[in-house]
Every structure is written in structure tokens, then in C-alpha cells.
């Protein structure tokens, strides 16, 4: 009679642990979430990119500004269809809330992994330390794919490690592919390829070819092309496959080999993984070196499991040529277990709290608390309208800092993790209510947008110069506003007939002598640059 009743009081103590997470995630990533306006290049593209679907009732085919858009498949949009339909329309709210759900499936699938391979305890602590490092906390904040592919892919790899390792039914492979066939759907066929590469590469490592056998392949190519296979073959069909080809060849391969923007070199991620990971960061280094030696360590299968799972994302990312931070967001469970592993054994007494974990944790705290305190310093200097906003984020960073080395020289893990925890969660709420609506006033064409709509009438074409970020699109609620490259466009436009107006920053308008001064009808500042709309009249040719 004992073992059932063991058995219920560890599924109800790690129910309980997942339902916390649950709350701590959403208010984490929910709190203040609508609060500002989009901010270019990707936010105000997806909400344009939903608004269009949403208003012409269309779910199959994404456009942007009356373009395809093969960018990124359709399931985000899918989420924020379904969120403007429950809340009434597409804002800033429904079009981010996706990436805060993501979030929050992210920090799950974490505590589940670690709750299965290690302890629950240690996937607790993994959990909270990957909902609060600084690259999750941005990205469940903000309106991108990224986080909702992780929890996808995280959901993937749980169930697919499970059926590696025998520790759930053999059906439960079969979960794998729906997932992959999702995360597909999200993100492209990088939802296929690293759950691929990991899992293959794990029987490839341990030489098991009966694991093979395990992940009944035959099933899952079937529940793959029915979950993912049907959007894919009707968007191809509506758009005589122009769709297709442009995400495989443009999207993947030129992507992958040709750099598509954002080429950077093959060390750049060690540059922006450390910053990505803060503030946990600082445990990293005390933590290798308190497993050491390594090497009799990862004889175990389920220990290999995980740095395997690190270098596939990690290797796999940095022979490409597109490199961006967010794109090793994927790899973030396996350091997050980690360090989780490594707190739980500090709280437990099995590692010793040895002078490197005490000088590093010491010196990091200690210079948080010193950016706190020269942050309002620095900026009644030098940025004075920025005074309040910096102090309430400088504030919790002065706190934090002293009360953290306190707690390191006093021998107390737990509470050291629960401050660092704190600290994150603090400065999420004062960035929101403070520094967010400082910066809006740099990053937001509201503002400009709203002055456009009342002076351009309706149906009078509006153009803009050299800028692709659809942010006056969704602003100013027109499904199209074409873009004029460059000055011999506008000299071709001066010619029709027609009257129209013109969107063109301050610097670009001082290059163009066509376009005369006072033609401007109305100007925002905003940030660094100056907006315009110019006044064209209609000329015979």
C-alpha cells in the first residue's frame, strides 16, 4: 500500500511544481505585454502580416504589403488569428501573446526533462533559471516565432529522449513527430533537422542501432505529412509554388550558405551566448569545474544526452552563415539544466562551495551593484530625459548586487539563486513601466502615423522611401504602401498625373533637390531620425 501512495504524492508534488512554474512564467512574460507599441524590423510585420488575414478572413496565405511573405510558415499567425478572434482584433496584445504562451510551454518543457533525467527539484531550478535568463525573457516578451519553436521543439525532444532512454510507452514516440510536424509549421524545416541531428546523434555516439527501432519512423513520416503536409501543398497551390520555392531556396539554402543580412563570423556566438545567458552566466565556469573530471561523467548515456544536445544547436548554427542570438535559443534548456543541476547539488551539500564559485559570484554581484549605482549617474550626465526611467531599472540592480555577495560570503546557494531570480523578475516590471514607455517615444510611428491618416484623404496613394519595415503599414491601416527605392523612382513619379504623398526620413529627403522644402506637410521626430510626408502634385507628363 506504501508504493501507491509514494507514487501519487510525487505525480501531486510535481503537478503542484509545474502549475507554479505555469504562474511564475505567465506573469513573467503576460505582465505588461500590450503596453507598447511595435517596434521595427519584425514585430510591426507580423501584425501587419495578421491584420491583412484577419480583416479579409483569409488563414492560408501570408502577405506583407501586398507581397508574398515566405519567410516563416503559418502557425504564429494561426495563434494570433485565434487570439484576435477571442479578443477582438489584432493588437499589440493578441500579436505578442504567442511568443509569451511559447514562453511559458518553454520553461515546461524544461522542468519536465529535468524533472525525468535528473530531479524534479533540479528541474525546478533549471526552469526558473531559463525563464529568467536575459535572451528568454526578451523573446517571450516580443512578437517572434523564436519561442514558440523552442517549446515545440523542447516538447520533441522530451518525448523522443523518453523513448531513447525507456522511461515512458513506446507510443509516446509518436508525440515526437506531432511536435516536429508543429514546430515545422512555426519555424520551417529546422523543426525537422535538429530534433534530427540530436536524436541520431545520440544512437550514432552510443553505437545502439535497436534504438533505431524505437522511433517507429515509418508512423512518424505519416503523422508528419498529415499534421504539416496539408498547409504546405495548399499555399504552394495558391500561389502556383512561388511560395515553396522562395522559403526552401531563399529562406534555407541561400540563408544557410549565403549570409541573407546577417553574416558574422564563425566565433560570433561565443561573443553573444555568454550576454544571452545572464545573469547565470557567472555559475557557468564554477560549475565545469566542480564535475571535473568530465570525462568519467559522461560515460553515462543520459549525462551525453545533453552536451550532445548543446553542440549539435551550437555547431550546427555557427557553420552557418546567418548568424543571429536568438537562433541558439534551442540550445538554452541544456545550459539551463545544467546550471539547475549544479545550484541543486550546491543547496545539497554534494559540490563544495569552493573559492572560485565564491570569488565569481562575488565579483558579479559586486559589479551589478556597482552598475546600479553609476547608472543614474551616467545618465543625469549625459541623458537626463532618461533619468527616472534609468534609476527605477538601477535601483533593483543596487539592491540585488549587495544583497547577492551578502548571501555568497554567508555560505547560502539557495537564497544566491533566489536573489539572481528576483533580480530578473524586478527589473521585467520597472523596464515595463518605466524604461519601455521612455524608449517608445525612439521606436514607435504611432505618433506620425496617426498624423498621416489625417491629412492624406482617403484613397490618395501614399509611398514611402527606401523603408521595408511595414510598421506605417499596420499604423496607418493600409494593406499597401509602395516603396520607392530610390531618386530615379521619385523622378518617375513626379511625372504621373495623379497626387499623392510621400513617407521619406529627413536625411534622405536633404539628397533629393526634387523635392522641395516646402512640399513637407507634416514632421515627427523620432529617436534619431526625422520623418516627413511630402506632398506630391499631380504633373503632366
Same mark, same amino acid.
Given at each position: 500500500?506504501?508504493?501507491? *501512495?509514494?507514487?501519487?504524492? *510525487?505525480? %501531486? ?5 509545474? &502549475? %507554479? ?7 513573467? /512574460? ?5 503596453? @507598447? ?7 510591426? @510585420? ?35 488569428? &485565434? ?85 515512458? @510507452? ?61 498547409? /504546405? ?8 509554388? @512561388? =511560395? ?35 545573469? =547565470? ?7 565545469? &569545474?566542480? %564535475? ?11 549525462? +551525453?544526452?545533453?552536451?550532445? =544536445? ?5 555547431? /550546427? ?35 563544495? +562551495? ?25 545618465? =543625469? ?72 491618416? *489625417? ?87
Amino acid at each position: 500500500m506504501s508504493r501507491p *501512495k509514494s507514487i501519487n504524492s *510525487k505525480l %501531486y508534488s510535481s503537478l503542484r511544481s509545474c &502549475l %507554479y512554474l505555469i504562474g511564475f512564467a505567465s506573469g513573467l /512574460f503576460l505582465f505588461g505585454l500590450g503596453s @507598447r507599441d511595435f517596434w521595427a524590423p519584425v514585430e510591426p @510585420r507580423y501584425a501587419e502580416i495578421a491584420r491583412v488575414m484577419f480583416l479579409k478572413g483569409q488563414w492560408l496565405v501570408p502577405t506583407v504589403n501586398g507581397d508574398l511573405y515566405t519567410d516563416k510558415p503559418i502557425f504564429y499567425f494561426w495563434l494570433v488569428l &485565434l487570439g484576435a478572434k477571442l479578443f477582438g482584433g489584432v493588437t499589440e496584445w493578441t500579436v505578442r501573446l504567442p511568443a509569451a504562451f511559447g514562453g511559458v510551454g518553454f520553461v515546461v518543457t524544461t522542468f519536465l526533462i529535468g524533472r525525468d533525467f535528473f530531479s524534479a527539484r533540479s528541474g525546478f531550478m533549471a526552469a526558473v533559471v531559463l525563464a529568467t535568463s536575459m535572451r528568454v525573457l526578451w523573446e517571450a516578451r516580443w512578437a517572434h516565432v523564436d519561442t514558440v519553436f523552442c517549446a515545440l521543439f523542447g516538447f520533441a525532444l522530451y518525448f523522443g529522449a523518453r523513448a531513447l532512454f525507456g522511461k515512458g @510507452r513506446p507510443s509516446e514516440i509518436l508525440l515526437v513527430y506531432l511536435f516536429v510536424a508543429l514546430a515545422t509549421l512555426t519555424k520551417g524545416l529546422i523543426g525537422v533537422v535538429l530534433p534530427g541531428l540530436i536524436l541520431g546523434g545520440f544512437i550514432l555516439v552510443r553505437r545502439d542501432w535497436s534504438l533505431i527501432a524505437r522511433l517507429k519512423l515509418h508512423w512518424g513520416a505519416l503523422i508528419f505529412f498529415i499534421v504539416a503536409g496539408p498547409w /504546405f501543398y495548399v499555399v504552394s497551390q495558391l500561389t502556383h509554388g @512561388r =511560395w515553396l520555392a522562395d522559403f526552401i531556396y531563399i529562406h534555407h539554402i541561400q540563408r544557410y550558405t549565403a549570409g541573407a543580412g546577417h553574416r558574422q563570423p564563425s566565433y560570433y556566438y561565443l561573443t553573444t551566448l555568454p550576454l544571452d545567458f545572464l545573469p =547565470w552566466t557567472i555559475f557557468t565556469i564554477p560549475a565545469l &569545474l566542480a %564535475y571535473r573530471p568530465l570525462r568519467s561523467r559522461l560515460a553515462d548515456p543520459v549525462v +551525453q544526452f545533453f552536451p550532445l =544536445w548543446f553542440s549539435t544547436v551550437f555547431l /550546427f548554427f555557427s557553420l552557418s552563415d546567418t548568424k543571429r542570438d536568438l537562433y541558439l535559443l534551442p540550445l538554452f534548456p541544456s545550459i539551463a539544466l545544467f546550471i539547475g543541476v549544479y545550484l541543486d547539488d550546491l543547496i545539497r551539500g554534494r559540490v563544495a +562551495q569552493d573559492l572560485l564559485y565564491k570569488w565569481s559570484a562575488s565579483c558579479s554581484f559586486g559589479l551589478i551593484a556597482v552598475a546600479g549605482l553609476c547608472a543614474p549617474v551616467t545618465a =543625469w550626465f549625459y541623458y537626463r530625459d532618461a533619468w527616472t526611467a534609468v534609476v527605477s531599472v538601477s535601483i533593483p540592480l543596487l539592491i540585488a548586487g549587495v544583497v547577492g555577495v551578502v548571501y555568497v560570503c554567508r555560505s547560502r546557494p539557495l537564497n544566491v539563486a533566489a536573489v539572481t531570480a528576483a533580480l530578473m523578475v524586478v527589473t521585467v516590471i520597472c523596464t515595463s513601466i518605466w524604461l519601455m514607455p521612455y524608449l517608445e517615444g525612439f521606436k514607435s510611428p504611432r505618433w506620425f502615423s496617426n498624423q498621416v491618416r *489625417k491629412v492624406v484623404p482617403p484613397g490618395t496613394p501614399v509611398y514611402i522611401y527606401a523603408d521595408t519595415m511595414n510598421d506605417f503599414n499596420y499604423y496607418m491601416g493600409r494593406e499597401i504602401i509602395p516603396v520607392v527605392p530610390n531618386a530615379s523612382a521619385v523622378d518617375r513619379l513626379l511625372k504621373t498625373k495623379q497626387d499623392s504623398y510621400l513617407i521619406i526620413k529627413d536625411r534622405d529627403h536633404t539628397r533629393l533637390p526634387q523635392l522641395p522644402r516646402e512640399w513637407v506637410v507634416t514632421s515627427e521626430a523620432n529617436g534619431n531620425a526625422v520623418w516627413h510626408l511630402v506632398q506630391l502634385r499631380g504633373r503632366s507628363s
